[in-house]
């Protein structure tokens, strides 16, 4: 009897559960048919005009390295607002000085309701407090953001100081989906030009030579990445095995290795 009233109680929970998921997904996204509601909130602010500005990513927390994230802006009523002016700019204040990270500005997508854009974060929130300025139509919204650091044995992003002086950013891009065999894989290179610029760089040759570090071997067929615009190169790695797999990436320019570059995944 006992255990009869356990599992109805459960069932009766469980259905509130779902329910009130199905609920809320249809509550964040008025109007737009979205594929993609499973983004997760990050942090949300209001504008002094009344806007919502929610800020969401792929996971619940965000990461050093290269991460697409998501603005939603609604007004009171909840009426998304779409095409608006939206910018977006992250800060970290080292105490001794502040300086922003690579971003891809946010453009809107009529799809999904989102101003979709990326931040490389280049450090994580152990080295200083980082915050985010989100412009929309002329107005403010700020939030602070809890960047961790990469998951145990990877790094997504690095940074180094070229032959010429300057220093670099080489970060992958995200979502990682790896499997054993041939895999598309892309990068970014910024530079930073001053604490409040981190333009792209484009046209570098990358010679690319994945090491899988604990068995101390590479792997055939590698197509090194290639400029592709606007920041991004584009290759295929060959992961002859699932492991610990260190990406060597020398930057070229005009013949000249300017950096050493590695990131490093596990899968
Ligand atoms: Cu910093």
Redesign the pocket.
Known sequence: MKKIFLLSLMSAFLFVACKKDKDETEESNPGVTNPSSEYKLIEKDTTDNDLIVELYAENETLEMGYTPVYVKVENLNGDLVENAMVSFMPM?D?GMMQ?TTPTVQPIYNSTSGYYEGVIVFV?SSS??AWDIEIMVDGEAATMDLNVLGAPAGEKHVGSYVGTNGDSYFVSIVKPLDWSVGMNDVSFMVHKRESMMSFPVVEGLTIAMDPQMTSMGHGSPNNISPVSVGDGFYEGEVNFTMTGDWRLNLDLIDAGDTIVNANIDVLF
């Open positions: 970290m080292m300086h450090m080295q200083g």
